[in-house]
């Protein structure tokens, strides 16, 4: 086998196990909000356990792509889509994390009734993951208005946790017990929102690696 054909395949082999990595985050989010919509302290608890492998993922992609920069010594172009795979592996390890964050929400509250269905946490996740998906496409098709779309989906998600934040702060009162649910309620909205920011960096990346040129998606 020549090295050029030899580079292709250690390419997509990284590029395989990062679809693979994202895919699972997906799963990750899911599972937390509906631990958490369902008081299930046992999904919760394998969404925790399950962490250690998605770190080992990030880790195994970023030694992928020194790899492939170290002995490869890849173009431009070849170079920024190494490049973004490594940053995405690390971004998707984090919204990870938010998963489990969300999980250990679960733990904190199993027991109790909730105070208000979770009815706009599920939407954002859902949005959440709409976001993965859109990214995973526009990484793996180099294509911009894929990754550009973070942004619309991203201000959807930002609405839901402006609603959130309005209807938590209207609902606490007098009742510690109550006010303390609402708090982790509100915590687990806001790492939902952290995880469409995750995305959108995302997005971001993937319109650099296309096209060389930085794009701001907040604005």
Same mark, same amino acid.
């Given at each position: 086998?020549? $090295?050029?054909?030899?580079?292709?395949?250690?390419?997509?082999?990284?590029?395989? +196990?990062?679809?693979?990595?994202? #895919?699972?985050?997906? #799963?990750?989010?899911?599972?937390?909000?509906?631990?958490?919509?369902? *008081?299930?302290?046992?999904?919760?608890?394998?969404?925790? +356990?399950?962490?250690?492998?998605?770190?080992? *993922?990030?880790?195994?992609?970023?030694?992928?792509?020194?790899?492939?920069?170290?002995?490869?010594?890849?173009?431009?172009?070849?170079?920024?889509?190494?490049? *973004?795979?490594?940053?995405?592996?690390?971004?998707?390890?984090?919204?990870?994390?938010?998963?489990?964050?969300?999980?250990?929400?679960? #733990?904190?509250?199993?027991?109790?009734?909730?105070?208000?269905?979770? +009815?706009?946490?599920?939407?954002?996740?859902?949005?959440?993951?709409?976001?993965?998906? +859109?990214?995973?496409?526009?990484?793996?098709?180099?294509?911009?208005?894929?990754?550009?779309?973070?942004?619309?989906?991203?201000?959807?998600?930002?609405?839901?946790?402006?609603?959130?934040?309005?209807?938590?702060?209207?609902?606490?009162?007098?009742?510690?017990?109550?006010?303390?649910?609402?708090?982790?309620?509100?915590?687990?909205?806001?790492?939902?929102?952290?995880?469409?920011?995750?995305? $959108?960096?995302?997005?971001?990346?993937?319109?650099?690696?296309?096209?060389?040129?930085?794009?701001?998606?907040? #604005?």
């Amino acid at each position: 086998m020549d $090295t050029r054909s030899n580079y292709h395949q250690t390419l997509k082999a990284m590029q395989d +196990e990062l679809m693979h990595m994202g #895919k699972y985050v997906e #799963k990750q989010i899911y599972i937390a909000v509906n631990s958490l919509k369902n *008081m299930d302290v046992l999904t919760a608890e394998k969404v925790i +356990e399950e962490d250690d492998l998605l770190d080992n *993922m990030m880790l195994d992609i970023e030694d992928r792509c020194l790899r492939l920069i170290a002995l490869q010594q890849p173009m431009a172009g070849d170079l920024r889509i190494i490049s *973004m795979a490594s940053k995405m592996a690390v971004d998707l390890e984090r919204i990870a994390d938010h998963a489990v964050d969300i999980a250990r929400i679960t #733990k904190r509250l199993v027991g109790e009734e909730l105070v208000k269905p979770l +009815e706009d946490l599920p939407l954002m996740a859902e949005l959440c993951n709409k976001m993965l998906q +859109e990214c995973l496409l526009a990484y793996t098709e180099g294509n911009v208005n894929r990754a550009a779309y973070m942004a619309e989906l991203d201000d959807e998600v930002d609405r839901i946790y402006s609603s959130v934040v309005n209807e938590v702060v209207g609902m606490l009162g007098t009742e510690p017990l109550r006010n303390k649910q609402l708090i982790q309620l509100l915590m687990a909205a806001h790492f939902l929102e952290r995880v469409a920011d995750h995305a $959108t960096n995302i997005g971001e990346g993937i319109i650099f690696m296309v096209t060389g040129k930085r794009k701001d998606l907040n #604005k």
